[in-house]
Each structure stands twice: as C-alpha cells, then as structure tokens.
C-alpha cells in the first residue's frame, strides 16, 4: 500500500482525510504540527506528503524547504491549504511542491492530483 | 543847489557869472516875477538866441518861453510843463525834451527858496552827450531788471515799510493799468477794489509787521481760489532790506506758485495711506524692524496675533517675542542687514503670546532696496501656519487610521476566508464520501441521498466561490491588485476569450462578435481585461435566459477604442442604473438569477485603472448595452 503522510493542525481535517484516503486504500499516518510531520517524513518514509501551510511554530513552507535541504530520495509533496493567494502558490511552486490544492478540494480532484503524483515519481524513479 | 551866497566874502557876481558860463548846461535863473536874473551862453545857443545873455537880464521870462516852444517836437507840452512846475513849485529833475533839430535836453528845475519866501525859479537844461547815456544806461539797466522781475516765474512786489506797493511783477498783476494802480496802494486798498473780504490782506499784514520787527525773512503758504475754482497754493516770503543804518526802508515780497508740489504730495500720501491700508488689512503679520532689532511698524495683525491691545512697543525687540527658531532668526535678520537680496526662502518661527498657546509662523524676509537715507529697515512677513500645520497633522493621523484600518480589513477578510474554508473543507468531503456511500445502495432511498449530498457540494462550491470572489475584490480595492500593461492585440485577445468561455456558453449559446475599424496593438493588462470582460459577457448571457444570443462588438477608432457588449435580457430599472456599480447591490428584477452583486464593482476598478470609461443603457424587458471606451495607447 502506498503510504501518505498527513500534515495538518486541524483534527477534524487530519481525522476526514485520514478516512477518506483510507477508504480509497492508502495506507495514512498523520502529524499534527511542522516538526513532528518533518520528523514522520525523515522516519516513516512516505511515498508522499499531503501539508498543510498555515501551521504553528513551523509552517508548511518551512517543512518543505527543510525536506528538499536532503540531496537523496525526494518524496512527493502537495500542499492542501486554505491559502489561496497567488504569492503562496507562487512561493509554493518555487520550494518544490509537486502541486498545489486549495480548501475545500473535491475529493475527485484530490484522489487525481495525488494519483498524478505518484505516478510521476514512480515513472522519474 | 542850495541858497546862494551874494555878499560877503564870497565870489563876486563877475565870478559868478564867468562861473556859470563855463558850466555845461544850459542855466536860466528868474525872479519869482519872471524877469530874466541870470542866463549863461548854453541857454542862449540851445535856444538859438541871437544876442548875449546881459541883453536879455531883465527881460520877461514867459514870453521867451513860449516863443522857444516851437524849437520842441511837443511845443504844448513844453508850455504846459513850464506852467504846472510854477504852479506845483515842486522840484523836477531830468525831464525830458526833444527838440526839433533832434536833439534830446533833461530839464531840471528848482525853485529857490530864502528865508524871506521864494527868491526866483532856477532851470537847468542839460544836453551834453554823456548825460545822455548815462540816463540811456540807467534806462537799459532799469528795463533790464524790469524784465527780469517781470520774467521770473514768481509773484514779487517790493514795499515800502508801510506795506504799500513800490513795485509788482507781471506775474503778480498782469494788467498793466492795475499795477499801477497799485504803487503806492496796500492789500487792503486792493481788497475794497475787489470787493473781496479783507482776511487775505489782514494775513499778509501780520507777517509782513514780523518781518518788519525780526529783520529776517519770514515765510508762510497761502490757499486762494482760482479764477476757475481751483485751489492755489502759494508759499509766500518777506524779505526785509536792511539799510547800512539798520533801518528798514523797503521789503521783498514773493511767492512761488507751489500747487503742483502740494498735489504731488497728495497724491503720494494717498498713495502711501492706501499702501498702508492694504498692508494693515493683510491676513499675515507685517513687522519692520531696524538694524537694531526695535520694531519700528507693525499691521493690525500685531495685537491679534499677541493678544496685544495697542501698538508694537518700539522699546523691545522683535526677538524677544519668539521661541523656537528665534536664533535662525537672528542670524537671518543680521544677514540681510549686511547683504540685502529681494526674496528669501519661508523659514519658521514660534512666538507665544500672552494666551500661551504657541503660534507657528512661516516668515520671509525683505529689505527696502531703495531706501539710500536714514536708518537701514527690513520688513518681515509672518504667516500662521499653525492651523494648518496642526490640519496637516490630523489627516496624516487620518491617513494612518484609514491605513491601518485597510489593513485591518485587509487581514481580516483574509483571516476569515481562510477559517471559512476548514469548515467547508470538512463539509465538502463529507458530503462526497456520503454520495459515494450513498451510490453504493440501491433504492429510492439512495437516490435521495445523492441528490441532497449533492446539493450540500454545490453549496458548498458556491460558498468557496463567494469566498473567494469577496476575497479578490477587497485585494483590488485595497490596490492591491498591480497593473502590468503590456501590448495587446485585442482582436486575437477577445477572440480567444470568446472562443474559451462563450461559444458555446453553457446554455448552448454562442456569442455573436463584430470588429469595426482596423485592429491594432493597445496597452493593456490582459488579466484585468479577461476579467472584466467575462463578468460582463458573464451578466450578459446569465441575464437574458431564452433569449437571442448577446453580442460583443469591438470597434477601432482613432483616438479609442471601444467594446459594446448587448443583450436582450431583463434590463435594469430606471432606479437600479444608479447603484449598478456599487458592491454588493443586484437589481430588483434579477428574481433567481444568481449573482454576488461586487462583479461591476471590480469592472468598473478595472476599467478605471486602464483609464477607461463604462456607459450603460438599458429598458427593463428589453435588453442592456454597457459600451466600455479606453483611450488609445498605441504601442
């Protein structure tokens, strides 16, 4: 099962995620904050990172950034994020984020864009 | 010639005789009686006598006289002269005759007087050449200085110490009979013949007694009507003319006519008051001040500005009232003081008054160039700028407010479409895994289920639509939205929008478009143009449902260029054209039609920004027009 990791501060959100890609068989782990979703990504090795940006202490852009510092394997990573101004997509393009989704996604549309993902890494691996 | 002596000691009559014959003029001495006494050789050829003078000792003197008359170009008047001296008896002297030969004699007479009564007539009759030009020269002399008084630009008389007319000029009295009418006649005298009021004389006279008394020239002016009405100024002066004895035989009168100076002056302080009254009446504060800082005016602005009744106090020094900037100040003053230059630029200075609130003053400083006598002065002008100043730092504070409330609103709208969009995340998932759930049974019952759960997602996409438009237009009209112009080819631009979005639109109608005039490159920024050109096609078609197809019509003109865009909807009420661009205001009419009510809001900021301009028609029930005209930025 392809493994994707969740970093998101709202429980609510990280919890309906979490059941909506495990019904579409992923397998899900979840963070909370920046760090902990930096040290998941550094220890469980998804195959990709779903994140939030607006997040306490470290936000989305921040994790990115520290993840793409490692010069071996990338993993994919989306951002899921109610921050729709086109600066943030911009910055979020430029750090390296496979793509950019904005709340609330269809679930069509983020099952697609994941899917799209992933198959691009497989296919670049 | 006194009494003569003819006893005694003195010279015998022989003596006397030989004396007289060797004098130059011609002598004749009668008795009162008029018998001939004594006649010398000069008479008797003058006369053209023809025998000696012993033969004519005794001989009646009037008879000879008349028969001599004839030898004169005026014989009458010789006569006639002869008669009144006897009957005057009063001394003549060097009257003159002319004789028929050409010849011109000075007569002189004198009658001879003892202490017994009159001893006899004595004539003299001199003819020599000398005299004559003597008297020609005197006469030169005399006219000379006539003419000369006569010709000065000035009224003189000379008195006698009497106060009466010995001479007056031509300028005085022009007409010859009245001046002399005058010799020997006063002011007064000449009042009565005027019939005039004695006050002109009575004045004179005063002055004329001083002059008399100091012995020094005394002056006054004079105010008398014309002869046309006018006033005439006249500055007037007594010159007494002092004797070797002291005494005062005659005064020089004169007077300057000075009507045009008095005028002149007038006029300038006039001038200088109504230069006054305007500085007076100024809105600024005008002070001047001397070398020595003492003010020496200032304007009426003085007492409001210090709370000050009354006039600058000339003792303190314009310093003392400052505060701050009152060192620049001075140095500034000192400066000019030492190198004038016309103009200045406006400084600033505080002064405070007695109310105690601070003044703030813009000044500048200026010097009186022309002023080449008397003490240097400069004029300084103070302008209250504190009501301004103070003005100016309420709508900076203002601007700040509404900055910081901009970015209030700013980050709070941001904030909320950020929060709002968790929920309705939350929701949207939900609602599609219930339909996907829903799916998987059979039955009516799942059927429902699908179609409320997808009523909840479109709601919910039109939530996140809303949020998203209400986001956007408070980001453009913060101005935050920037404008990148670049060239545009229209023709391709509209037709790719048109071709994209509107043909067909999703009722299946495709819009109809028109070009009129040549296409050419303009200044644009196309995401702003898509985005004001879809919201009102957008209107257009959602507008006009079950009607023929709007159309678009892009016209080329030679300084603009224009796009029509018109359908045959629902039209906007006569009320409604008004508000139609305001946010958040959607017609009365639009019934279920959806609509944020903040797309024409955001148009009409886009159109302004290319600096363009939007007019609308419409007739409710039958169509709108909205035509946009850019001016033309050809690249």
């Given at each position: 099962m392809e493994k994707i990791l969740i970093i998101e501060d709202e429980g609510i959100i990280r919890q309906s995620l979490s059941e909506m890609l495990g019904f579409f068989n992923y397998e899900v782990i979840c963070a909370a904050d920046g760090k902990a979703g930096l040290a998941a990504a550094r220890s469980a090795s998804p195959d990709l990172i779903l994140c939030?940006?607006?997040?306490?202490?470290?936000?989305g852009f921040s994790v990115l950034k520290e993840l793409r510092k490692n010069t071996g394997k990338i993993t994919p990573f989306v951002f899921l994020t109610a921050k729709v101004q086109s600066d943030d997509i911009s910055k979020g393009k430029q750090l390296g984020a496979d793509a950019y989704l904005f709340k609330p996604c269809k679930t069509t549309d983020l099952l697609k864009t994941i899917r799209e993902v992933l198959d691009k890494n497989k296919q670049e691996a | 010639m006194n009494t003569v002596a003819v006893q005694g000691a003195g010279p015998t009559i022989e003596q006397l005789t030989l004396l007289l014959n060797n004098v130059s003029h011609a002598v004749l001495f009668e008795s009162p009686?008029?018998?001939?006494?004594f006649i010398n050789n000069n008479f008797c050829e003058l006369f053209g006598i023809p025998v000696g003078p012993e033969l004519l000792m005794g001989t009646n003197c009037s008879q000879a006289a008349e028969q001599s008359a004839s030898l004169f170009m005026d014989p009458d008047g010789f006569v006639k002269g002869i008669r009144k001296v006897y009957t005057e008896g009063k001394p003549v002297s060097n009257e003159e005759l002319v004789m028929h030969n050409g010849r011109s004699v000075y007569r002189d007479y004198k009658p001879i007087r003892t202490e017994t009564g009159l001893s006899g007539h004595l004539w003299i009759y001199k003819y020599t050449q000398e005299l004559r030009a003597i008297l020609q020269e005197v006469q030169t002399q005399k006219n000379f200085y006539e003419k000369l008084l006569n010709n000065i630009p000035a009224d003189i008389a000379i008195f006698n110490s009497r106060h009466q007319y010995v001479f007056i000029n031509k300028v005085a009295i022009p007409k010859e009979d009245l001046r002399e009418w005058l010799i020997g006649k006063d002011d007064f005298d000449y009042c009565r013949l005027r019939n005039k009021p004695d006050n002109l004389a009575r004045c004179r006279r005063e002055y004329f007694h001083e002059s008399l008394k100091s012995g020094d020239m005394v002056e006054f002016e004079e105010e008398n009507p014309s002869a046309e009405g006018k006033k005439v100024h006249n500055l007037r002066r007594f010159y007494p003319l002092k004797e070797e004895d002291g005494t005062i035989q005659n005064v020089i009168g004169y007077g300057i006519n000075i009507t045009r100076i008095r005028e002149r002056e007038n006029h300038m302080k006039q001038q200088e008051q109504a230069l006054r009254d305007l500085v007076d009446s100024m809105d600024q504060l005008v002070v001047v001040v001397e070398e020595s800082g003492s003010i020496v005016y200032a304007n009426p602005r003085w007492c409001d500005l210090l709370w000050k009744p009354g006039p600058a106090d000339p003792e303190k020094k314009l310093a003392s009232y400052l505060h701050k900037g009152k060192e620049a100040f001075v140095k500034q003053l000192q400066h000019f003081f030492e190198k004038p230059v016309q103009q200045h630029r406006h400084a600033r200075v505080s002064l405070v008054p007695e109310d105690g609130k601070e003044h703030i003053l813009s000044y500048y400083i200026a010097s009186f160039t022309n002023l080449q006598e008397g003490p240097k002065r400069l004029a300084i002008f103070f302008t209250d700028i504190t009501g301004q100043l103070k003005a100016e730092k309420e709508l900076r504070k203002m601007a700040k407010e509404e900055r910081n409330l901009n970015q209030l609103k700013s980050n709070f709208l941001s904030m909320v479409s950020h929060e709002l969009r968790t929920p309705l995340s939350i929701i949207l998932s939900s609602a599609e895994l219930l339909e996907m759930f829903a799916g998987t049974s059979d039955g009516q019952k799942g059927k429902l289920v699908q179609t409320y759960t997808g009523r909840i997602v479109q709601q919910v996409d039109k939530m996140t639509q809303l949020i998203s438009e209400f986001l956007f237009l408070s980001k453009v009209e913060a101005g935050k939205v920037p404008y990148h112009p670049q060239p545009v080819n229209l023709v391709v631009f509209l037709q790719k929008l048109l071709d994209d979005m509107y043909r067909p639109w999703r009722d299946g109608r495709a819009v109809d478009f028109s070009v009129k005039g040549e296409g050419q490159l303009v200044m644009g920024d196309e995401l702003m143009l898509t985005h004001a050109f879809s919201n009102l096609l957008n209107n257009a078609f959602k507008y006009s449902p079950g009607q023929p197809s709007p159309k678009i019509r892009l016209a080329f003109y030679k300084k603009s260029w224009e796009v029509l865009i018109a359908d045959q909807g629902i039209g906007i009420q006569p009320g409604q054209l008004k508000k139609l661009f305001q946010p958040f205001t959607r017609g009365a009419n639009v019934g279920t039609i959806e609509g944020s009510g903040f797309g024409l809001n955001i148009v009409k900021i886009f159109v302004k920004m290319h600096k363009g301009k939007i007019k609308v028609r419409s007739s409710e029930g039958k169509g709108t027009a909205i035509q946009v005209s850019f001016p033309c930025k050809r690249t």
């Open positions: 939030d940006v607006m997040m306490p202490e470290m936000d | 009686q008029h018998e001939i006494l």
